[in-house]
């Protein structure tokens, strides 16, 4: 049996051996540069092309619509900064939520510095954007709404062909960050009002440092990296190609899996948590109960640092985060954590448990037994649990 129990596919995922497999020509036979004008490239261009092909209808989107990126950060990065400078001239304001990931949280303060000026919207106690909300907060000078498809932390699936459609309605683009919904729940860019989207390989099981964003024709957008012709003019840089071509076959197994995984990974979600609320006391379920990902586990422990939790797991050799791999390190609490209302002392004791179809009903047994006797041994140690039960005893 293998020792590791991984359940942090939220921060990335193994690359799965066909991806491994379909990549490697790109890195020995077929090296050549796919903008070349030789033979030798153009068939190398063409498997380019049948990957940004694949990818298009997956989202229901035409290939020219999807510009290949170094991945998830960078595709929101573009997002934001390409729309914000195409449309300087309409106006200065963006629409945002406070649990989005900080790759898009940083590029809008980044802008702020730069004279934007950026809501950033409320979610209520599961993390859920309210779309009465956020059609107040539109203003004349409007240019961009970007609200993330699921939260990468507690899981939460936004309202975003709702909040897309409201958007239209004012003449006002909306990107979503699609990086955690991408290959897990169904996407269709037009049915789903969506004109900009972000995706990364790394977390479908294609390799790191690439992905891509999706433009919908006819909008204008900035480069963001400026340089060479490639993708069609707007994002230099020599072709990533066995990148790109990961990226296809991650997306294709990830098409063609879909459904079988939703359900066994819901299945695994669902026992994960039931057996948590049901055998280990003060924990609370962050997140929505239903309009959640598939593979998306996220408590609260009261009397507990997050922590301690995640170093004493490790001893077991399972591997959870608190909060996200990107907080983790900062002693602040999450922030999105914070945005559903979590006062510090409980946000610090989170832990987000992310599956993948390699897991097992076994090993989420396993990680279950050794998280109630984890939570046992350290509120045992907590003066703070303490008092608390003895005042509990006397109620
Ligand atoms: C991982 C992640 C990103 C960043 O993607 P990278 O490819 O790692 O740069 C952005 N947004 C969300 C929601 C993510 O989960």
Known sequence: MNTLIYLDNAATTRVRPEVVEAM???????YGNPSSTYTFA???????????????????????????????????????????????????HIITSKIEHHAILNTCSYLEKLGMEIT?????????????ELEKAIRPDTILISVMFANNEIGTIEPVKEIGRIAHEHGILFHTDAVQAYGHVDINVSDMNIDLLSVSGHKINGPKGVGFLYVRSGIRIEPFVHGGSQERGKRAGTTNVPGIIGLGKASEI??????SRKAYESDLRDHLIERIEKEIPYALLNGDRTQRLPNNVNFCFRFIEGESLLILLDQNGICGS?????????LDPSHVLLAIGRPHEIAH?????????DNTLEEIDVTVDRLKEIVDRLRSMSPLYEDFVKKEENK
Not at 24 to 30: C, G, H, S
Not at 69 to 83: F, H, M, P, Q
Not at 254 to 259: G, K, P, Q, V
């Open 24 to 30: 490697k020509p790109f890195f020995e036979e077929q």
């Open 42 to 92: 153009g068939k190398i261009h063409e498997e380019v092309e049948n990957a940004r092909k694949t990818i298009a209808d997956f989202i229901g989107a035409k290939p020219k619509e999807i510009f290949f990126t170094a991945g998830g950060s960078e595709s929101d990065n573009w997002a934001l900064k390409g729309i914000a400078f195409s449309q300087r001239e309409k106006g200065k």
């Open 120 to 132: 950033y919207l409320d979610v209520d106690q599961n993390g859920l954007v309210d779309p009465v």
């Open 254 to 259: 990830a098409r063609d899996t879909l459904e």
């Open 322 to 330: 608190s909060g996200s791999a990107c907080t983790s390190g900062s």
């Open 349 to 357: 004791g989170s832990l987000r448990l992310t599956l993948s179809e």
